[in-house]
C-alpha cells in the first residue's frame, strides 16, 4: 500500500493527463458518432467504430510499443516492475 502512494505521489501529474486524455478521447468518439450513450446509461459501440478499429488498434499498438522502449532507454519499466504494491 505504501508503493502505490508513493507511486502515485510521484505521477499524479502522469496520471491526471491520462485521465483528462481518456476523457477526451471518450467526448471526441461520442461527437464523431463512433460511440452511443443509452438511455440505461449503457455505452453501446456506433457503426462507424467499425470502420476505424483495425487502424486505430495497430496504430494504438506501435504507439505503446515505441513509449516502452523509450521508457525502457530511460529505465523506467525496470523501476515500476520493481514496485511492490
Known amino acids: 500500500m505504501y508503493n502505490l502512494l508513493r507511486f502515485i505521489k510521484l505521477n499524479h501529474f502522469l496520471l491526471l493527463f491520462l485521465l483528462i486524455e481518456g476523457f477526451s478521447v471518450f ?13 440505461n446509461k449503457t455505452i453501446q459501440l456506433g457503426k462507424k467504430y467499425t470502420e476505424i ?7 494504438t499498438t506501435l ?16 523501476q515500476l516492475l520493481n514496485l511492490k504494491i
Open 27 to 39: 467526448l471526441l468518439l461520442q461527437n464523431n458518432k463512433f460511440l452511443r450513450i443509452n438511455p
Open 53 to 59: 478499429f483495425s487502424d486505430f488498434a495497430s496504430g
Open 63 to 78: 504507439d505503446l510499443a515505441r513509449l516502452l522502449q523509450r521508457w525502457d532507454k530511460k529505465d523506467i519499466v525496470r
